[in-house]
């Protein structure tokens, strides 16, 4: 309890009242946008400059170093270290079974031969499509030391959505989990993979749940049985066929170690290039900016998907970095998360704003003791500051709030842990990472502190681009600078505030929800003249899913039967929850339609 007390002595600040923070109704805009960043580049912005100064330095808490002495160590050799140093610690814990850390690197090395002898080799892509299990932890770390390429999916996802991602990747091999088997099995004519792997909730349950898992496991629809099909193999069969001798792979830093899947704009989801060195450094990132927690002596929540980039880095690879245990929770909703706090022990947790308000709003809240956790990072939304307070007076922790995209692996800026938080900011640049603010019109010239502008940002995070599409990385990079696409400003003590979106991204219960993915799926409706679709405000979610839809002539729909349309055709959390006919939708004199008309008009119905 002493360290809780010690961390509790911080200010939570709110925004200056003279114009040098953030304007009031500005706070909840904040927005994650894509972007890529050539680090070889030369950035235009002058070491006299107000961001070439870099203002942020003064405001780091004691023990944050404003460079990092990286080591040049890839994630494998990271767990393999780790393994070394603490064999018989907790690694991961699923539902009371217990993995160590000797267990979970034999696991991986039996895993890694495995793949290997499917003919996976260094540069193949390999899919995983699984929530937060044991197995999905095991394939990541096989498939990045014997040189491969992870591509991470969401078990969420429609096979319309999956079948682009496979194709795209060019992935040979997937690792899934039996209850989706028979799906993919069905699709993978439509793709170029080759062998599927599957897993069950079952295969790692402690006594006495394992054995009543083949009774109930189906009946709760948490297994599924499992036709026999050509190149279909059990994952335990795999780990015990194999030695845990994989083949030895020279890694570089250089080196593409996944494809992480973003949606865009455009409605083309784009593999977004993260090397061993991005992925390494950011862990490393991570740990030079919480200090005073220690290697070997936290254990972490794992309740964000490890399919996210944010879970991924943060939740998945940071814990293995650390040697922390990791608690995996495969769903992550209310009840479960407090059961699992409650029953597990926790200490530090990463995780979004739909999660911290479904627990306070939970009935068992008040039944449940929080007060393991002494550390919290939440991102991919705004957390509004009664949540913060109300749940850091429910465990003793500190909650600090951060900005990231897939594209910078993700986190580019946190605010300090013990140190000056301010409500509505998304924090500091952390350690080797610049950013800046520019005019929307013309990047090269940076706009004066206090006011608004693009956000701009280069750090070693930052991806090598997107995969198969130059286009696409040339459009998102301007000398050397990855593009955001949110309206930004920084404060004098360089704290910076996300004001406004350049773009039309919604994020749905921290997920990111691109609106032509859905009135792609509108249009292909045979009633629908013309659709387009925003995010609307939700107590819980943060945002919601409209659309607006202009029927053809003479044709007549009811909502529900244009909603029912669209299932199955999107991930779940992607599917519109209110729709409204219009005669016309707004448009610009080229024929673009006015989204920020409809957003203005709808915030004023709901008088927001």
Request: hydrophobic letters at 40%.
């Given at each position: 309890m002493q360290t809780v007390n010690r961390y509790r002595n911080r200010r939570l600040v709110a925004p200056d009242a003279d114009g040098s923070a953030l304007p009031a109704?500005?706070?909840?805009?904040?927005?994650?946008?894509?972007?890529?960043?050539?680090?070889?580049?030369?950035?235009?912005?002058?070491?006299?400059?107000?961001?070439?100064?870099?203002?942020?330095?003064?405001?780091?808490?004691?023990?944050?170093?404003?460079?990092?002495?990286?080591?040049?160590?890839?994630?494998?050799?990271?767990?393999?270290?780790?393994?070394?140093?603490?064999?018989?610690?907790?690694?991961?814990?699923?539902?009371?079974?217990?993995?160590?850390?000797?267990?979970?690197?034999?696991?991986?090395?039996?895993?890694?031969?495995?793949?290997?002898?499917?003919?996976?080799?260094?540069?193949?892509?390999?899919?995983?499509?699984?929530?937060?299990?044991?197995?999905?932890v095991v394939a990541y770390y096989a498939i990045l030391k014997i040189g491969a390429r992870a591509v991470m999916n969401n078990p969420l996802y429609s096979d319309r959505e999956l079948a682009h991602q496979f194709n795209d990747s060019g992935a040979k091999l997937l690792i899934t989990l039996d209850l989706l088997v028979k799906r993919m099995v069905a699709l993978r004519p439509q793709t170029r993979i080759?062998?599927?792997?599957?897993?069950?909730?079952?295969?790692?349950?402690?006594?006495?749940?394992?054995?009543?898992?083949?009774?109930?496991?189906?009946?709760?629809?948490?297994?599924?049985?499992v036709a026999p099909a050509a190149d279909l193999y059990r994952w335990k069969t795999i780990l015990a066929q194999n030695p845990p001798q994989p083949p030895a792979v020279e890694l570089n830093f250089d080196d593409i170690a996944m494809l992480q899947y973003t949606g865009g704009t455009t409605g083309v989801s784009k593999g977004v290039m993260l090397t061993h060195g991005n992925l390494s450094r950011q862990v490393q990132h991570v740990r030079a900016w919480f200090p005073k927690f220690n290697r070997g002596e936290e254990v972490m929540l794992g309740a964000l998907p490890f399919f996210h980039v944010f879970g991924l880095s943060v939740t998945m690879n940071f814990a293995i970095y650390m040697g922390w245990g990791d608690i995996l929770v495969p769903k992550p909703q209310p009840e479960p998360l407090l059961e699992t706090i409650g029953k597990f022990?926790?200490?530090?947790?990463?995780?979004?704003?739909?999660?911290?308000?479904?627990?306070?709003?939970h009935p068992k809240i008040d039944q449940t003791d929080l007060t393991c956790i002494?550390?919290?990072?939440?991102?991919?939304?705004?957390?509004?500051?009664?949540?913060?307070?109300?749940?850091?007076?429910?465990?003793?922790?500190?909650?600090?709030?951060?900005?990231?995209?897939?594209?910078?692996?993700?986190?580019?800026?946190?605010?300090?842990?013990?140190?000056?938080?301010?409500?509505?900011?998304?924090?500091?640049?952390?350690?080797?990472?610049?950013?800046?603010?520019?005019?929307?019109?013309?990047?090269?010239?940076?706009m004066p502190v206090g006011e608004t502008g693009e956000l701009v940002v280069r750090g070693p995070q930052v991806m090598q681009g997107y995969w198969q599409r130059e286009d696409a990385t040339n459009e998102t990079i301007v000398d050397g600078w990855l593009h955001t696409g949110d309206i930004a400003m920084m404060d004098p003590e360089g704290y910076f505030f996300i004001v406004d979106r350049k773009k039309d991204m919604i994020i749905s219960g921290g997920y990111n929800v691109y609106p032509r993915d859905i009135e792609e799926v509108l249009f292909e409706h045979p009633k629908i003249a013309e659709a387009t679709a925003i995010g609307v405000p939700h107590p819980k979610r943060g945002e919601q899913v409209k659309v607006f839809v202009v029927l053809k002539p003479g044709e007549t729909a009811t909502p529900e039967e244009i909603l029912e349309f669209c299932k199955g055709k999107l991930a779940t959390y992607k599917l519109p929850t209110e729709l409204e006919f219009k005669e016309e939708l707004p448009k610009t004199n080229v024929g673009k339609v006015l989204k920020k008309d409809l957003r203005a008009e709808e915030l004023s119905k709901r008088g927001a």
């Open positions: 109704m500005a706070v909840r805009a904040r927005n994650r946008r894509e972007g890529y960043c050539d680090s070889g580049k030369e950035a235009n912005v002058t070491p006299t400059s107000a961001y070439g100064d870099k203002p942020w330095l003064s405001s780091y808490e004691e023990g944050v170093p404003a460079a990092i002495d990286y080591e040049n160590v890839c994630l494998p050799a990271f767990l393999d270290r780790t393994a070394q140093e603490f064999p018989e610690t907790m690694a991961l814990l699923f539902q009371g079974y217990q993995v160590n850390y000797r267990q979970l690197k034999d696991m991986v090395d039996r895993f890694a031969a495995g793949l290997h002898a499917f003919g996976i080799r260094p540069g193949d892509s390999v899919a995983i499509l699984l929530p937060n299990v044991i197995p999905c080759e062998t599927i792997i599957y897993t069950s909730i079952g295969d790692y349950l402690p006594f006495p749940k394992n054995l009543l898992f083949p009774l109930v496991g189906k009946k709760k629809g948490l297994a599924a049985s022990r926790p200490t530090f947790a990463p995780l979004v704003p739909t999660m911290y308000i479904g627990m306070l709003g002494k550390g919290c990072f939440s991102g991919s939304a705004p957390l509004p500051i009664e949540v913060i307070r109300d749940f850091e007076a429910k465990t003793g922790a500190v909650i600090v709030e951060g900005f990231g995209m897939t594209e910078s692996s993700p986190v580019t800026h946190i605010n300090p842990f013990a140190g000056q938080r301010k409500v509505g900011s998304i924090g500091l640049p952390i350690p080797d990472t610049e950013a800046r603010i520019v005019d929307l019109q013309d990047p090269s010239r940076e």
